[in-house]
């Protein structure tokens, strides 16, 4: 599985584990629109993924890959929206920044933005906020052929042709 992938899964995991106002209605590869009365809801999408080479003749990267959430909240008042998408995005906030799980799977967060709209057609005031955030980590990939399973040396010395053995299993414990 692609990390990107893992990454998305954990973040997922972690609102759901949070409470927001979503609840359960944390959605990815899911169709747009959703009904006002499931409101609030998220959707989560990694939609860049870069990765940066360490160097010549390696197979590790040092990758970001962006996440984007899009969280939606009808209410009876554009300020009452307004109220909501500031709550709800604090709580996706927290919930993202705090979760041991994600924070332990990355290096850092290193971009994060939000933005929020309301908009009122007659008695429906719908809320959104967009929320990007930069999650960074390393990558590498593993290289073709049989695993190393035990290394098996002798030391010697001028005077001693065998001074000392040793032998390595992996994967030690």
Not at 73 to 79: L, R
Not at 150 to 156: C, R
Request: hydrophobic share 40%; glycine share 8%.
């Amino acid at each position: 599985m692609l990390y990107r992938v893992i990454i998305r899964n954990l973040a997922i995991e972690a609102l759901k584990r949070a409470g927001t106002i979503a609840g359960e209605n944390v959605f990815v590869g899911r169709s747009l629109p959703i009904g006002e009365k499931n409101l609030p809801a998220l959707y989560l999408q990694i939609y860049e993924d870069r990765g940066e080479s360490s160097g010549p003749s390696q197979v590790q990267f040092d990758r970001t890959s962006t996440m984007g959430i899009i969280g939606y909240v009808a209410a009876g008042t554009p300020t009452a929206a307004e109220a909501q998408l500031d709550q709800f995005a604090e709580q996706i906030e927290l919930a993202l920044m705090k979760d041991l799980d994600l924070q332990e799977a990355i290096c850092e967060v290193s971009e994060f933005s939000t933005a929020t709209a309301v908009t009122s057609e007659g008695n429906s005031h719908l809320g959104e906020f967009k929320m990007l955030l930069g999650f960074k980590y390393i990558e590498t990939y593993p290289p073709d052929g049989v695993p190393l399973t035990e290394i098996d040396a002798t030391l010697k010395t001028a005077d001693q042709p065998v001074f000392a053995g040793m032998t390595v299993e992996f994967p030690s414990e």
